[in-house]
């Protein structure tokens, strides 16, 4: 899953700084989760150590009288740009500073590697799986993470077009496992657009 919408007055890239919590939106989007999710068998809820990924996880956790886990591995990935205001957006291309940064999009040169991502996030998901015994975990993740992970288990180029992405607010990107082996993988937004 990922996080609900953060409250980010200052539009800037928050990455993984701390601080960052869920808007009234946001925490609307964890509980319409929450509600979709009550009939789920689920015994684990795990969440990458971040403020909003915490908080979207906690009324699924309370609706199944679990606690909430956290894996370090779920964690956004690292970005040189955290802390700015530096999207396409935002005029990044007027910056010759940080045009070095910008060099290899296929890499990508402005933070953590594909690779790196795909790697910890999978072996996230394969202790959740353990821990899960056949049975449903969430997990709580961030945008770029989890579009890296379905990415790499579907066998599609980890480098994309991050406008083309299937990972809205407070979605869900289902795993569906036999045994060891991924038979489906689907997706939804049960707490809308």
């Keep these: 899953m990922r996080h609900g919408e953060v409250h980010n007055p200052e539009g800037i890239l928050y990455g993984r700084l701390p601080g960052y919590h869920l808007s009234e939106r946001g925490k609307a989007q964890a509980q319409a989760v929450a509600d979709s999710l009550v009939n789920n068998d689920i015994v684990a809820v795990i969440a990458s150590p971040l403020q909003r990924a915490q ?13 909430v886990d956290t894996d370090d591995e779920l964690i956004e990935s690292a970005n040189y740009f955290e802390g700015k205001r530096m999207s396409p957006g935002d005029g990044v291309w007027r910056h010759p500073r940080v045009w070095w940064q910008l060099r290899n999009p296929l890499t990508p040169s402005w933070g953590e590697p594909y690779k790196e991502i795909a790697a910890r996030m999978t072996a996230a998901i394969d202790r959740a799986r353990v821990k899960g015994e056949g049975r449903e975990v969430v997990c709580v993740s961030h945008q770029l993470p989890v579009e890296t992970l379905w990415r790499s288990l579907a066998g599609k180029s980890l480098p994309h077009d991050p406008r083309k992405r299937q990972t809205q607010l407070a979605s869900l990107t289902t795993l569906t496992y036999d045994g060891d082996e991924l038979i489906d993988v689907s997706y939804s937004e049960p707490a809308g657009r």
């Design 55 to 67: 908080e979207t996880a906690a009324p699924i956790a309370a609706a199944h009288r679990l606690p």
